[in-house]
């Protein structure tokens, strides 16, 4: 317990050299996991810092995904990061205005982000700057209710069953298909 | 109907000799409900691009109206081809938040069913998989084993698939009368079927011709894809939580961690072929070392009071009353808790700001990260290497898509 808080103070540090006022924040939560807070406008060069670092080489990206804590400065882009050779794990919380929901992609680093981005900008609405395919993934592409996993979204959803069912029967075929898949086709 | 109806399906471009073809949603082939819209050159997949979601059910969203011990059944429906893993992982990551030690019974017993489900997917992924390359004997033999394990479920939790079998601080209930006896007779005759599955496959010339140097993707290449589990090793990345980050004493455990050298289909087969022995070995030293004594621990954060202190003192029976209606409340904070999942790295990702409801539970889901590699591996393969690959991966659409 005490080796990992001394191990975050270091990154910090080092961090806090390398990228001038970056850090936000560093903790260490349940006992031994590392939390790191960073400016969201940083996020794409300290995450590529940390993965091409020697000494750091954080170079598995597990997860991006998205906290919604319904008060002020509610979201949050959280990544999880392993690194395979030192054996150590790393949260990266990045806060984000909520006037400005917007984030550097960090497809460039890594090429699992892509679908984990387009994940959160599906179910958060975060868009993210630099990627290559931001679309939705998980809801239909006609889907118009918003973005359902932030916590003003009802369960139910926005619309009426009636309403719901109208626009899933309303779907045509280039719903299914992206534009330049559908190059050559006869209208 | 509505006015945009005007359904013509799209007509393929004869002059470019280029298809776009859809490959499900409902075509068993793609192990689920997946839809591979391809683009082919003949049978050369030029691009394919896969489209999930037909059985979103969000269920990250009706974790955060659920209380904590709510969620459990959520999680197996996720996976319902391990869903007692999917039980543990989570009820692991609230404990770890709450800063819970459960007891060494119920470590092992959940070290057995963790170990049980590896073997229990992977069967179903063998036989699967043996069916999409024209192999159907090896089928039949890994569902009759699968299902000797639905039995051991069903005798342990009541259900086949949709265990629920855990709680925070412990199980839902101890292991009944004669359950290891049943587990370990699974444990000494499995090795059989799976040597005569080994004969059948592992040398077999149109089983070689149909994985050898399909879909390989370098060790560096894996990393950067996002890979875990054993797709992950075997290109030859040796990455297994039970090794790297132990969590219940699996680091005391004598196994073996198979690693591939070419991450070719052939070897993702090898890699879950070994790996089910070696999850034998697990449940072999585990059954050995179940202890005595309670299996829920005993913590007044989780734990219900006595019957017989509810009816006879007060204040057991207002704990037991808040317990029940309010549900346990977790600490604020947050916390990553992962396990070694059949399918590859298998995280729960919790935040709570000291309710009885979470404010965000997010699932690392393995599948997920996994097949948003197919398109880099599948393309310039032909078709029939699509389905290959696409099985190779051992998917599971109900955690995809959540």
Not at chain 1, 124 to 152: A, C, T, W
Request: hydrophobic share 35%; proline share 5%; glycine share 8%.
């Amino acid at each position: 317990m005490e080796a990992e808080a001394d191990e975050m103070d270091g990154l910090a540090s080092v961090l806090e050299r390398h990228f001038e006022l970056a850090v936000l924040g560093a903790e260490i939560q349940c006992g031994d996991q590392q939390v790191l807070s960073i400016k969201s406008e940083m996020n794409l060069g300290v995450l590529d810092w940390l993965k091409n670092s020697e000494e750091y080489a954080y170079d598995l990206l597990l997860d991006v995904t998205a906290v919604d804590y319904g008060r002020e400065n509610k979201f949050q882009v959280v990544y999880q990061l392993w690194s395979i050779q030192k054996k150590r794990l790393l949260r990266i919380k990045c806060p984000l205005a909520e006037e400005k929901l917007e984030i550097d992609s960090v497809t460039s680093l890594w090429g699992s982000a892509n679908w984990l981005e387009r994940e959160v900008f599906d179910l958060f609405g975060v868009q993210f700057v630099g990627h290559p395919d931001l679309r939705r993934i998980l809801m239909p592409k006609n889907y118009s209710e918003g973005h359902p996993l932030r916590k003003d979204f009802p369960l139910r959803g926005r619309y009426s069953r009636e309403k719901q069912t109208e626009i899933a029967l309303d779907q045509s075929y280039e719903d299914y298909y992206r534009p330049e898949q559908l190059r050559g086709v006869d209208d | 109907m509505s006015s945009k109806q005007s359904n013509q399906l799209p007509r393929p471009d004869v002059d470019s000799g280029k298809m776009l073809v859809n490959i499900g949603p409902q075509h068993p082939a793609t192990h689920g409900v997946l839809r591979l819209l391809c683009e082919l050159d003949g049978e050369t997949v030029l691009s394919v691009d896969p489209d999930i979601g037909y059985l979103h059910s969000s269920f990250e969203k009706l974790g955060e109206y659920r209380t904590w011990n709510q969620i459990i059944p959520l999680t197996d429906r996720m996976d319902y081809l391990a869903p007692l893993m999917y039980n543990c992982v989570y009820v692991m990551a609230v404990e770890k938040l709450m800063d819970l030690e459960v007891t060494e019974r119920c470590k092992i017993v959940r070290v057995l069913c963790m170990e049980m489900e590896r073997i229990f997917s992977h069967l179903l992924w063998l036989g699967t998989t043996a069916i999409d390359v024209g192999a159907f004997t090896p089928f039949l033999y890994a569902f009759q084993e699968r299902e000797k394990i639905y039995s051991l479920h069903e005798a342990f939790t009541g259900a086949r698939i949709t265990t629920s079998a855990t709680r925070v601080g412990g199980m839902m209930a101890d292991l009944p009368e004669g359950w290891t006896d049943q587990l370990n007779d699974f444990v000494r005759t499995f090795p059989d079927t799976l040597n005569e599955i080994d004969t059948l496959l592992t040398r077999n010339g149109i089983h070689l011709g149909r994985t050898l140097d399909i879909g390989a993707i370098s060790g560096s290449d894996a990393i950067n894809a996002g890979f875990t589990g054993p797709n992950l090793r075997a290109s030859g990345i040796d990455y297994d939580l039970r090794k790297d980050r132990p969590y219940y004493d699996y680091e005391s455990y004598d196994f073996e961690v198979p690693i591939g050298t070419n991450g070719d289909c052939y070897d993702r087969y090898l890699v879950r072929m070994e790996e089910m022995r070696q999850s034998l070995k697990i449940l072999e030293q585990a059954l050995e070392r179940l202890p005595e004594g309670p299996i829920n621990v005993d913590d007044p954060r989780v734990s219900l009071p006595s019957k017989s202190d509810c009816m006879n003192d007060m204040e057991s029976m207002i704990h037991h009353f808040k317990i029940v209606t309010e549900g346990i409340r977790v600490p604020p904070g947050d916390c990553y808790f992962a396990i070694e999942g059949s399918k590859g790295e298998l995280g729960m990702y919790i935040v709570s700001d000291g309710g009885e409801k979470p404010i965000r539970w997010r699932i690392r889901p393995p599948s997920f990260v996994n097949l948003s590699v197919l398109p880099q591996l599948a393309e310039g393969h032909q078709v029939s290497d699509l389905i290959m690959i696409n099985a190779s991966l051992d998917i599971v659409l109900g955690e995809i898509d959540r």
